[in-house]
C-alpha cells in the first residue's frame, strides 16, 4: 500500500513539473493574443489656441509606440504646461521658449526637441497717420502678451528706430488676445500688437484696420537672428535620454503634422474645432497662411533660440534663469 501511493505521489509531482511550462507557454501565447498586460503610458501635451494648431493631426491619429499607450490632451494655459514639467508629470509638450529656458535654469533636466512656431505677429492700427513704426512715437499700443516674446521682440524694434519704451510709445497690456481683437473690432482700439490667428480675426472685422510694417523682417533688421521662435517642443531629459527610439517617432509624426496642417488650411481647421482648441474651423483656416508652422530640429534652431534668449537677456535676465541655456539644453 505504501508503494502504491509513494507511485501516485511521483506521477503527481511530475504532471505538475509537466504543466509548469506549458502554463508559462500559455501566458506567453495570451500574450501574444493582446489579452491585458502592463503598458506604459504616454500623454502628449499641447496647447488650447494656436500653438496646438500644428500638432492636430497627432490628436486625431495618436503616435503608435510598441508597448506604449499614447494620448493626446490640450493644456488652457503654458503655465499649466510648465507646472506638470516641473512635477515631473509631464514627458512631452509645447512650452513658449522662454518658461522652457526659466525651468530649464532651475535644475530641471528638460530639453527642447524642436521649434513648432515662429514670429506671427502683426501691428495692427485703424489710424491713418501711423504708417511706420517711427510713427508710433507719443502713442499707446496695446500688446499681447506682458513678459512675453510679443512684448521683448517689440521693444527691441523699438529701440532700433531710436524710440524708448514706456517713454517714447507707451505699452498696454489690460487685455488678453480674443480681448484686443473684439476691442479692434469695436473700434474701442487703435493700435495693438497681436499673434495669428488673432490678428486675422481682427482684420476680417474691421475692414480699417492696416499691417504696420512688418514685425517678423523689423526684427531681423534690429539684429535678430532669423526669425523668432515662439513655441517649443519639449522633453524631459531623462525620459528623452531612455526612449531615443519613440521620441524619434513621436517628432517624425509631428513633422508630418505640420506640413499636412500648412498645406491643407481648411482641413485643419475642422480638426481644431472638433477636437476642441478653442479656436472656429474658419478662423484656424485664414490664418494657417500667416502663422508660421514649422517643424525645425533643435540644433538647427538653437541661433535663433539664442537670438531671442539674448533679447530676454537685455531686458528681464531672470525671466530665462539670468543666462543662456547650456548645451545639454538642445536635444540632440
Known amino acids: 500500500m505504501r508503494k502504491f501511493f509513494r507511485i501516485v505521489i511521483c506521477l503527481v509531482v511530475a504532471g505538475l513539473s509537466a504543466l509548469t511550462p506549458l502554463a508559462a507557454r500559455a501566458a506567453n501565447e495570451s500574450d501574444k493574443l493582446g489579452e491585458p498586460s502592463r503598458q506604459e503610458e504616454l500623454v502628449i501635451y499641447g496647447l488650447r489656441g494656436p500653438s496646438g494648431v500644428g500638432m492636430i493631426r497627432l490628436f486625431e491619429e495618436p503616435p503608435v509606440l510598441p508597448g506604449v499607450k499614447v494620448t493626446l490632451e490640450a493644456l488652457a494655459q503654458a503655465n499649466l504646461m510648465a507646472a506638470k514639467f516641473l512635477a515631473g508629470e509631464a514627458k512631452i509638450g509645447m512650452l513658449p521658449p522662454d518658461t522652457a529656458a526659466k525651468i530649464a535654469s532651475g535644475g530641471n533636466r528638460i530639453q527642447v526637441a524642436a521649434v513648432t512656431g515662429l514670429g506671427m505677429l502683426s501691428?495692427?492700427?485703424?489710424?491713418?497717420?501711423?504708417?511706420?513704426?517711427?510713427?508710433?512715437?507719443?502713442?499707446?499700443?496695446?500688446?499681447?502678451?506682458?513678459?512675453?516674446?510679443?512684448?521683448?521682440?517689440?521693444?527691441?524694434?523699438?529701440?532700433?528706430?531710436?524710440?524708448?519704451?514706456?517713454?517714447?510709445v507707451m505699452f498696454?497690456?489690460?487685455?488678453?488676445?480674443?480681448?484686443?481683437?473684439?476691442?479692434?473690432?469695436?473700434?474701442?482700439?487703435?493700435?495693438?500688437?497681436?499673434?495669428?490667428?488673432?490678428?486675422?480675426?481682427?482684420?476680417?472685422?474691421?475692414?480699417?484696420?492696416?499691417?504696420?510694417?512688418?514685425?517678423?523682417?523689423?526684427?531681423?533688421?534690429?539684429?535678430?537672428?532669423?526669425?523668432?521662435?515662439?513655441?517649443?517642443l519639449v522633453v524631459d531629459g531623462d525620459w528623452a535620454a531612455s526612449h531615443r527610439q519613440a521620441l524619434?517617432?513621436?517628432?517624425?509624426?509631428?513633422?508630418?503634422?505640420?506640413?499636412?496642417?500648412?498645406?491643407?488650411?481648411?482641413?485643419?481647421?475642422?480638426?481644431?474645432?472638433?477636437?476642441?482648441?478653442?479656436?472656429?474651423?474658419?478662423?484656424?483656416?485664414?490664418?494657417?497662411?500667416?502663422?508660421?508652422?514649422?517643424?525645425?530640429?533643435?540644433?538647427?534652431?538653437?541661433?535663433?533660440?539664442?537670438?531671442?534668449?539674448?533679447?530676454?537677456?537685455?531686458?528681464?535676465?531672470?525671466?530665462?534663469?539670468?543666462?543662456?541655456?547650456?548645451?545639454?539644453?538642445?536635444?540632440?
Not at 500667416?290 to 528681464?316: G, H, I, M
Open 123 to 168: 501691428l495692427l492700427s485703424a489710424d491713418v497717420a501711423v504708417g511706420r513704426i517711427e510713427d508710433l512715437k507719443g502713442r499707446t499700443v496695446e500688446v499681447a502678451g506682458q513678459g512675453a516674446t510679443p512684448d521683448y521682440v517689440f521693444r527691441k524694434i523699438l529701440l532700433s528706430k531710436g524710440l524708448r519704451p514706456d517713454t517714447d
Open 172 to 232: 498696454g497690456y489690460s487685455l488678453a488676445y480674443p480681448e484686443i481683437a473684439q476691442a479692434l473690432i469695436a473700434g474701442r482700439l487703435s493700435l495693438a500688437m497681436l499673434p495669428e490667428p488673432f490678428a486675422t480675426m481682427a482684420r476680417s472685422g474691421n475692414q480699417n484696420l492696416h499691417t504696420v510694417s512688418n514685425i517678423q523682417e523689423e526684427w531681423v533688421a534690429a539684429g535678430g537672428s532669423g526669425n523668432f521662435p515662439m513655441t517649443v
Open 248 to 332: 524619434s517617432t513621436v517628432l517624425e509624426q509631428l513633422k508630418n503634422s505640420i506640413e499636412w496642417v500648412v498645406s491643407n488650411p481648411a482641413g485643419a481647421g475642422a480638426l481644431v474645432e472638433k477636437h476642441d482648441l478653442g479656436l472656429s474651423a474658419p478662423v484656424v483656416a485664414a490664418a494657417i497662411p500667416r502663422s508660421n508652422y514649422v517643424f525645425q530640429s533643435a540644433s538647427d534652431a538653437r541661433s535663433a533660440l539664442e537670438s531671442l534668449y539674448r533679447t530676454f537677456l537685455e531686458f528681464a535676465p531672470q525671466s530665462i534663469g539670468g543666462a543662456l541655456p547650456a548645451d545639454s539644453f538642445y536635444w540632440k
